[in-house]
């Protein structure tokens, strides 16, 4: 442990001349413990030990306060040729701590003498001085001298003018006093642009449509660290978007306003719960209704799990003719996912349901499930949502293979073919893009959240989390939130930050699942653990990150695009309305085979 000013000094000697290339330290991030990793590294080369290069490579070092792991910290040497190394670390808390120091270099070529001494024998003053203490000089070593801070010293005639000198301060306060009014001028530039920017986009601005009923607003989420993220609901708004107008939604949807939801806090004040549900509930303008379904009506075919607020059943509507018309079909089953709310769920659980049911219920597109009914006249409360014949995609997918020439299914297996894969994965995208218009963040994105019905049609949902069988693709961080990190976004794991954006990360493992017919969890030959620990290399940048691997039947210009849904960078991530327009024109005209229909 030393004073932060004074730097650690290491010096390392080799066998030859070699050429360096880079060096590669191993420091520990303990920060919590006052271990952090060096501020700057000076280097220093020479070859015979006694004189050094004047002109030191300097590492500016970032530091880490989030994470405490351990890491490598990668320096360039950019080909520098020496015997000797030395190192001058500079403190940023108490202590340093190395385990490796490992180089990268090559014996050197040619013939090397040892540098020579100064040929003058001038005073030697420091570069940089703290005191007026004086330094002694040894007769033999007249231009080697170095003061308690390792600074430079250079021979300084007579004639030459210091630092203190009049000349020297008045030409040095033109320069700075320069610098500083020309960024006087360029900040004042920067305000006067953004305040007209501002101007001119609120007067741009189209008013919104006006309703006579009160619009529902997105539900504000209630969150205390990473313990209460509804990862089994659809979730509101993208906090990081800008949009002023939805990309693509239905015009009965009024927002009156955009609500910004903070990060990790829990807000002071909850929103209010909606009325009571009458009969007929009103949600748009269209009139669109909610009917009131009888319990009698609904035949219990399976438990499908465990939700946030209760059991999740599979149900059959009895008679279909209570249902809106836009459910009416020539199904011999309509099925039917029945939510319900605990009987002796307090008043916060009943508010978030009804919150719930509020943002579903709004929801209107060919590739989203949608509310049929509910039931509130009598405990528990229900909400009714459409199930799809085929169940979700990852078990759709496990029943089948690839169907290419000359393949023969196997026994119990079905043939899909690639064009089918990317007509459905199509339909992924447009639900996505339906939610992404109306500032939505489903959260948990992926095959299992995906319904597959009657040819090949599909409608994004979200069951995934309250079934038994995918256990195993959530992780539960310190005994409280329950994440699918495998399917997760890098900023999502590390700093609870989630947005559209954070979807189409998800998007892109979504179709490496599909095109790997969902036949392992990504990543499976990493740990939980792994997982997380690969997420903090995309957070600081040091080229060490692992990627999903391009599946044997995926093109190459597939592979790219989840490339792109992948990238550190959320702003150069595409949009799903970009992902929807790429995937449409890849399979524009596709219309599956009669043959090919799902049984």
Not at 20 to 38: G, I, L, P, W
Not at 574 to 598: A, T, V
Request: proline fraction near 6%; hydrophobic fraction near 35%.
């Amino acid at each position: 442990m030393k004073s932060r000013e004074i730097p650690v000094e290491i010096t390392f000697k080799f066998e030859t001349v070699r050429n360096f290339t880079n060096v590669e330290f191993f420091a520990s991030n303990d920060f919590q413990r006052s271990v952090k990793m060096f501020s700057v590294a000076k280097i220093f080369f020479s070859i015979g030990g006694l004189y050094y290069t004047k002109k030191p490579i300097i590492y500016q070092n970032a530091q880490d306060e989030d994470i405490t792991f351990a890491r490598k910290i990668p320096i360039q040497l950019y080909n520098s040729i020496g015997r000797y190394v030395k190192f001058q670390l500079f403190f940023e808390d108490k202590w340093i701590l190395l385990g490796e120091v490992k180089f990268s270099s090559f014996e050197a070529a040619g013939t090397f003498k040892p540098e020579k001494p100064p040929l003058t024998a001038e005073p030697i003053i420091p570069r940089f001085t703290r005191s007026t203490q004086k330094t002694a000089v040894k007769d033999n070593e007249p231009n080697r001298i170095r003061n308690e801070f390792n600074y430079e010293f250079s021979s300084i005639s007579p004639s030459t003018h210091l630092p203190g000198s009049a000349e020297f301060k008045q030409e040095y306060v033109g320069i700075v006093s320069g610098i500083v009014v020309a960024k006087i001028f360029i900040v004042l530039l920067l305000v006067i642009v953004i305040y007209y920017r501002r101007r001119r986009k609120k007067y741009s601005r189209q008013p919104s449509p006006v309703s006579s009923t009160k619009p529902l607003a997105p539900p504000t989420d209630l969150m205390n660290g990473m313990n209460k993220l509804p990862y089994n609901t659809l979730a509101t708004s993208d906090v990081e978007s800008e949009k002023e107008h939805c990309l693509y939604s239905e015009p009965e949807i009024v927002f009156m306003q955009r609500q910004h939801l903070p990060y990790f806090n829990i807000s002071a004040k909850p929103p209010p719960s909606p009325p009571p549900f009458p009969k007929h509930f009103n949600i748009c303008e269209r009139n669109r209704q909610l009917v009131e379904l009888e319990r009698d009506n609904l035949k219990f075919l399976e438990k499908l799990g465990g939700g946030q607020f209760g059991e999740v059943h599979l149900c059959e509507v009895i008679n279909k003719d209570c249902l809106n018309t836009e459910f009416h079909t020539e199904e011999e089953k309509f099925l039917v996912a029945v939510k319900t709310l605990n009987e002796h769920a307090d008043e916060t659980a009943r508010k978030d349901f009804q919150r719930e049911l509020a943002v579903m219920a709004r929801l209107k597109d060919p590739n989203v499930v949608q509310v049929v009914g509910v039931i509130t006249k009598e405990e528990p409360m229900c909400v009714a949502t459409e199930y799809m014949i085929h169940g979700d995609m990852n078990q759709f997918l496990r029943q089948r293979v690839l169907d290419t020439a000359g393949t023969i299914a196997r026994k119990g297996k079905k043939q899909l073919s690639y064009g089918c894969l990317i007509y459905m994965s199509t339909q992924v995208a447009s639900g996505m893009k339906y939610l992404e218009s109306l500032s939505l963040v489903h959260r948990d994105l992926a095959c299992r959240n995906c319904l597959v019905g009657r040819h090949y049609s599909v409608k994004i949902s979200d069951f995934g989390m309250s079934r038994n069988l995918y256990s195993g693709d959530y992780y539960r961080i310190e005994g409280k939130a329950v994440l699918p990190i495998r399917w997760m976004a890098w900023e999502s794991i590390l700093l609870g930050k989630f947005s559209s954006k954070s979807d189409v990360w998800s998007m892109g493992v979504t179709l490496w699942e599909m095109l790997t017919f969902a036949k392992e969890q990504p990543f499976t030959n990493m740990t939980d653990e792994e997982v997380i620990e690969n997420c903090g290399h995309f957070y600081r940048g040091d080229g060490q990150e692992q990627y999903l691997p391009q599946p044997s039947l995926c093109p190459r210009e597939i592979y790219d695009l989840m490339r792109e849904c992948w990238n550190k960078d959320e702003v150069n991530r595409p949009s799903f309305s970009e992902i929807h327009m790429f995937l449409h024109r890849k399979n524009m005209g596709y219309r599956p085979r009669e043959d090919e229909y799902p049984l």
